[in-house]
């Protein structure tokens, strides 16, 4: 089974980013190979992570180096998706 | 039997949490609805200089957490659930939510706003890629990029100023209505090298490619600016789509209609904060919550 890596993009102000961690928290819990980080876009290096990928908006999923989600609502289905897309590569 | 709290309150913004600090703290059994968002709208707030009791300022989401904290403190119980509706059954107010139904003695509602889309070809279909409703949450991603802000109220004044720390170049476009006030930061605003003032326009349209290009103008001789983002940061309107179902009585564009003590047309349902679009500043939210909760203690007190 492949490692996954999801990016999880927010800042202090994102009013959805609560609820954009909580959906993503649930979707990953239990699910092994999977490579969680969160990135601060407040911070100078979070910021840079997400201009690099050509980021616009938080909150938003980057899986395995590429955006897949971005602003509010997510779906879970589409998470799961995007998951097992990354497991079949 | 299921329970029955003093105050339920439906929102967890500047009214909602003020409203829970005040009916927790007199010992009321206090219920707090919310949707994940505690501290509303001001937490969008990067700076906030205006608030009473500190003076230096602080961040929208500091302010939220001391309220937070307080409410908490003081007993009232939180709990994350969509709202589903609202109904009055007399002497009981009952609020269905996705996981249940919760019963009041009094509700306050301090559901806040949503944003004001534009709906213009190119708004759907480039959110995210461009198009942003909150300048302070995604301004940081348009570094050294061209953005144009469109709004009139007092966030699209101070959000445009605060872009022009960021952004190469801002096109701020207060729409064809005009300024809502004339804020002291309009000046500042014109007066920055970094910042054309597009008067008497408003945008007809974005397009791009894969992100935003370009958008197009209305109003005079200009036809459209390249930019590679667009704030769109109207005024707000309120969320409260559950409120005619349950009788309550709005105006025309959807403000809760409240008498002085905060009370809707429904004795012992009480609005307070941006739903009833009065003020749109925390201060006033946080004096229509502690208003609401005082008229929601009277009224229990009545009935007993």
């Known amino acids: 089974m492949n490692l996954v890596v999801i990016e999880y993009f927010y800042n202090s102000v994102c009013p959805y980013c609560p609820a954009a961690k909580s959906l993503i928290t649930k979707v990953v819990e239990g699910l092994k190979n999977i490579e969680f980080v969160e990135v601060n876009t ?12 050509n980021l616009m908006a938080v909150p938003a999923i980057a899986i395995d180096g590429i955006v897949k989600m971005t602003g509010w609502p997510f779906e879970a289905d589409d998470l799961i998706n995007f998951i097992d897309e990354a497991r079949n590569i | 039997m299921e329970k029955i709290w003093d105050v339920i309150v439906v929102g967890a913004g500047p009214a909602g949490l003020t409203a829970g600090i005040y009916t927790s703290r007199h010992a009321h059994t206090t219920l707090l609805l919310h949707s994940g968002k505690i501290g509303g709208r001001a937490l969008e707030a990067h700076r906030i200089e205006n608030y009473p009791g500190f003076p230096d300022g602080l961040t929208g989401p500091k302010l939220m957490k001391f309220f937070h904290d307080q409410a908490i403190k003081f007993g009232t119980e939180f709990k994350q659930e969509t709202v589903i509706g609202i109904s009055d059954a007399g002497d009981y107010k009952i609020v269905s939510t996705r996981s249940g139904y919760h019963q009041g003695k009094t509700l306050i509602i301090a559901t806040g706003t949503q944003r004001k889309q534009l709906n213009i070809p190119g708004e759907t279909d480039f959110k995210g890629r461009g198009v942003s409703y909150c300048a302070t949450c995604d301004g940081p991603f348009f570094r050294d990029k061209t953005v144009a802000v469109l709004g009139s109220g007092y966030e699209a004044v101070v959000d445009a100023l605060s872009l022009t720390d960021i952004a190469m170049k801002v096109y701020y476009i207060p729409g064809r209505k005009g300024y809502s006030e004339k804020y002291p930061e309009l000046e500042q605003l014109k007066a920055n090298p970094k910042v054309e003032v597009l008067e008497g326009y408003d945008i007809a349209e974005i397009s791009g490619e ?12 200009r036809e459209q600016v390249d930019v590679d983002g667009v704030f769109i940061l109207l005024e707000h309107i309120s969320t409260s789509g559950i409120l005619s179902d349950a009788g309550i009585t709005t105006d025309e564009i959807g403000c809760i209609n409240v008498d002085r003590a905060q009370m809707t047309n429904l004795p012992g349902i009480y609005a307070a904060g941006d739903c009833t679009c009065m003020g749109w500043q925390i201060v006033t939210a946080a004096g229509e919550g502690a208003k609401a909760a005082l008229a929601a203690m009277k009224y229990i007190k009545k009935k007993e």
Do not use: C, N, P, S
């Open chain 1, 42 to 53: 407040y911070t100078e290096e979070g910021i840079k992570r997400g201009i690099f990928l």
């Open chain 2, 210 to 221: 894969e992100v935003v290009k370009k958008i197009k103008l209305i109003g005079g001789d």
